[in-house]
């Protein structure tokens, strides 16, 4: 048992949970505390946010911020550890989601899913020996301990490009990491025998994707990524087939109408129609991910003929909430609501509320 192990065993002793030592350095194999068995997350989405520096981890403090900032810009290593939580969800049933975090210290008592004070699976970072990562499974007596992954900060991190193939002693491609150490979250367990898996238990360099062994594991713990559950058969892709909102009886001037919507694929588009009442003359379309998934979305507001009257694009997967007013909607008008991808890559898909 390393040095690490040893640590990290005095580390999380109060909390009696599993931290599973991943992502080990090539010279160094990894070692697994197993205490308690990972179990796959009961809710979906499974949020994640990014801790505050300083907040407590033990008797260390979180530095993932300034550590990371180092080699990059903050918007970078975010997007880039969503990309991870993407490629998860694209091949599995499991789906991810941002929101904000707060300065509380990592195994502040609360609920081990859905604690309203920070994500799910929380990102930070201290000093570590040996290995490039942690990450706590989810387990329901874990606490908010829960699907953290905490990195080290003897490692350097950098977006490294996929023709990258050296490996470079204390330096490692963020994404990979993060692939790796999010694996562990969501129940699965490193591989000590195949490197083309990006559960080995070796650091090997630069990953592009899941291998085909890793989506058999992970749809094994999950399923399959799932058909939009919010379209009837007939689906809502065109104008003819639009779904239609209708107002509530008890709808009252500035209340508001709310649709649950999902975008599967890059080709996905989602269409709805609403017609002005008697109480309407402008109307703001609330086109939201934000907490629901990582989709990267574009809403497009047609006239009753197909003409685009205005759009709205979501900036990035850290902003993916869109809002957009017509300032005329009169009673007895149509209009039409296109909702599609916007075109930022790896952020294709996932759910979206329309209001």
């Given at each position: 048992?390393?040095?690490?192990?040893?640590?990290?065993?005095?580390?999380?002793?109060?909390?009696?949970?599993?931290?599973?030592?991943?992502?080990?350095?090539?010279?160094?194999?990894?070692?697994?505390?197993?205490?308690?068995?990972?179990?796959?997350?009961?809710?979906?989405?499974?949020?994640?946010?990014?801790?505050?520096?300083?907040?407590?981890?033990?008797?260390?403090?979180?530095?993932?911020?300034?550590?990371?900032?180092?080699?990059?810009?903050?918007?970078?290593?975010?997007?880039?550890?969503?990309?991870?939580?993407?490629?998860?969800?694209?091949?599995?049933?499991?789906?991810?989601?941002?929101?904000?975090?707060?300065?509380?210290?990592?195994?502040?008592?609360?609920?081990?899913?859905?604690?309203?004070?920070?994500?799910?699976?929380?990102?930070?970072?201290?000093?570590?020996?040996?290995?490039?990562?942690?990450?706590?499974?989810?387990?329901?007596?874990?606490?908010?301990?829960?699907?953290?992954?905490?990195?080290?900060?003897?490692?350097?991190?950098?977006?490294?490009?996929?023709?990258?193939?050296?490996?470079?002693?204390?330096?490692?491609?963020?994404?990979?990491?993060?692939?790796?150490?999010?694996?562990?979250?969501?129940?699965?367990?490193?591989d000590n025998f195949d490197p083309e898996s990006v559960m080995y238990y070796r650091y090997a360099g630069r990953r592009q994707s899941l291998s085909?062994?890793?989506?058999?594991?992970?749809?094994?713990?999950?399923?399959?990524?799932?058909?939009?559950?919010?379209?009837?058969?007939?689906?809502?892709?065109?104008?003819?087939?639009?779904?239609?909102?209708?107002?509530?009886?008890?709808?009252?001037?500035?209340?508001?109408?709310?649709?649950?919507?999902?975008?599967?694929?890059?080709?996905?588009?989602?269409?709805?129609?609403?017609?002005?009442?008697?109480?309407?003359?402008?109307?703001?379309?609330?086109?939201?991910?934000?907490?629901?998934?990582?989709?990267?979305?574009?809403?497009?507001?047609?006239?009753?003929?197909?003409?685009?009257?205005?759009?709205?694009?979501?900036?990035?997967?850290?902003?993916?909430?869109?809002?957009?007013?017509?300032?005329?909607?009169?009673?007895?008008?149509?209009?039409?609501?296109?909702?599609?991808?916007?075109?930022?890559?790896?952020?294709?898909?996932?759910?979206?509320?329309?209001?």
């Open positions: 048992m390393n040095t690490m192990t040893l640590s990290i065993a005095r580390f999380i002793c109060v909390v009696s949970l599993v931290m599973v030592l991943s992502t080990s350095s090539q010279q160094s194999v990894c070692a697994q505390l197993s205490a308690l068995p990972p179990q796959v997350w009961p809710q979906n989405p499974v949020t994640v946010s990014f801790a505050p520096d300083s907040v407590g981890i033990g008797i260390f403090r979180n530095e993932i911020h300034q550590h990371l900032k180092a080699t990059m810009d903050e918007k970078q290593y975010r997007i880039e550890i969503l990309k991870a939580c993407q490629e998860w969800s694209r091949n599995s049933g499991i789906n991810f989601a941002l929101v904000g975090d707060s300065p509380r210290d990592f195994g502040t008592p609360g609920l081990s899913q859905s604690d309203p004070r920070f994500g799910d699976i929380r990102f930070g970072a201290f000093p570590q020996t040996n290995v490039l990562g942690n990450a706590i499974p989810y387990h329901p007596t874990a606490g908010t301990w829960a699907g953290d992954i905490l990195l080290d900060t003897n490692t350097i991190y950098e977006i490294q490009s996929p023709e990258t193939t050296q490996i470079v002693a204390e330096r490692a491609d963020l994404f990979s990491v993060a692939l790796h150490e999010l694996g562990n979250t969501i129940g699965l367990v490193d085909p062994f890793d989506v058999q594991n992970v749809q094994f713990l999950y399923g399959p990524r799932a058909n939009d559950p919010y379209e009837d058969r007939q689906g809502n892709e065109s104008i003819a087939t639009a779904s239609i909102i209708n107002w509530s009886a008890d709808f009252v001037i500035n209340s508001s109408q709310t649709v649950r919507g999902r975008i599967n694929a890059s080709q996905d588009v989602d269409v709805y129609r609403i017609r002005g009442n008697t109480l309407s003359d402008k109307l703001w379309v609330t086109l939201n991910c934000r907490g629901l998934s990582l989709l990267c979305p574009k809403v497009t507001i047609l006239d009753d003929e197909g003409r685009v009257i205005d759009t709205a694009s979501s900036e990035s997967p850290l902003d993916n909430s869109v809002t957009k007013e017509l300032t005329s909607f009169y009673p007895d008008e149509t209009r039409y609501l296109v909702v599609e991808w916007n075109g930022i890559p790896e952020f294709e898909f996932g759910d979206y509320e329309l209001e």
